[in-house]
């Protein structure tokens, strides 16, 4: 990753509010989305325009006003001209970073001419296999979802934390789809109790990856625990400070720009975390083809990707061209210089 370029010149700063409605609710545990409300933020040099879209985090009540909040807060700083480095100092990880992490990349991108990969050092961008998830919700509704799938080669379905009805709803999928990759997604949802019955089933099943089984706070359930899966931490491990703390817990993380403030961490995480042997996974709060984009530059280096957030959306226009057979594939030219 090249070190962040100062803006040469003092910024304009705005920003919006999207609704983002969903094209069907979708339910996981303890949750039902009916949309996935964003900011955009866009910093000007007067001459080029830089983007970011973010949702926040919303089990960490990071909404739309919160995250407008927090931009307002630091209009002046940011105004007068700030790099990426200088934004991780003044703004904790969330969303708002994420939006003006985001802009600054394009700002950068589009002022050089580089795009934005070269800029992030992960090579030229190439189609990934990408998951498409299916909701924790009644066997109907799994099965109804799960045919309107485009080609899937792999799928993530949520779990609700009751495992005779997620036993049902995973053996349903497996019995429809028998050869996908498939993981799933408890959402914090179990307790330790649980545990042994969850993953002798999900082995049955040919699951390949456990994330998030139990609470951000109650990690400790996991240790002396050894699953015969792999298990991801999504709400566990937030930022890059967090990775250390879950590095002997989880075998996976999942690191989304919403939860980590931005590309910026997103790459420092990714670089850590393969440093401690663990591998990396992206994903994304739902989301926009330009929320899409920054994190497909981060696909580049991952394991496991799961950037299926615009295929969900009611009124993204370019969603349908994201997706080919089983793959996502975010065009450079549609965020930065391309």
């Known amino acids: 990753m090249k070190a962040p370029i100062t803006p040469a010149r003092p910024l304009s700063l705005t920003h919006r509010r999207d609704a983002m409605l969903m094209r069907e609710p979708f339910r996981i545990s303890g949750y039902l989305f009916e949309a996935m409300p964003a900011v955009t933020a866009t910093l000007s040099d007067g001459e080029h325009s830089g983007r970011g879209e973010a ?6 009540d990071d909404d ?6 927090e931009i307002e807060r630091c209009r ?23 939006a003006l992490d985001c802009a600054l990349w394009e700002l950068e991108s589009l002022s050089s001419g580089e795009p934005v990969w070269r800029l992030a050092g992960v090579g030229p961008p190439r189609p990934r296999l990408t998951t498409f998830t299916l ?8 099965q109804q979802r799960l045919a309107s799938l485009p080609t899937a080669l792999a799928i993530k379905l949520k779990l609700a934390g009751d495992l005779a009805a997620d036993t049902e709803r995973v053996r349903l999928v497996r019995a429809a789809r028998p050869h996908v990759w498939m993981g799933v997604d408890a959402n914090q949802g ?18 390949a990856l456990l994330e998030q089984p139990v609470r951000r706070g ?4 996991l240790d002396g625990w050894r699953s015969p899966i792999p298990l991801a931490a999504d709400e566990s491990v937030q930022d890059l ?26 790459l420092l995480m990714a670089d850590h975390a393969r440093r401690l042997g663990l591998k990396v996974m992206v994903g994304n709060m739902a989301g926009t083809t330009l929320a899409a984009a920054p994190a497909f530059v981060l696909a580049q280096l991952c394991d496991v990707v799961d950037l299926d957030g615009p295929w969900f959306l009611a009124d993204d ?22």
């Open 317 to 338: 226009p370019l969603a349908a061209s994201l997706y080919k057979d089983g793959e996502v594939m975010v065009p450079a030219r549609l965020w930065g210089a391309g």
């Open 64 to 69: 739309p006003a919160h995250m407008e909040s």
């Open 76 to 98: 002046e700083a940011i105004e007068a001209g700030i790099d990426r480095q200088r934004l991780r100092d003044l703004l904790p990880a969330g969303g708002a970073r994420n």
């Open 218 to 221: 109650a990690e400790a359930l």
């Open 55 to 60: 949702a926040g985090v919303y089990y960490l």
């Open 241 to 266: 400070a967090e990775i250390d703390a879950q590095r002997a817990r989880f075998q996976v993380i999942n690191i989304k720009l919403d939860k980590c403030g931005g590309l910026t961490e997103a």
């Open 135 to 142: 909701p924790a919700d009644d066997p109907a509704v799994v």
């Open 190 to 207: 179990y307790g330790g109790d649980d545990l042994d019955g969850l993953v002798a089933m999900l082995v049955d099943q040919n699951v």
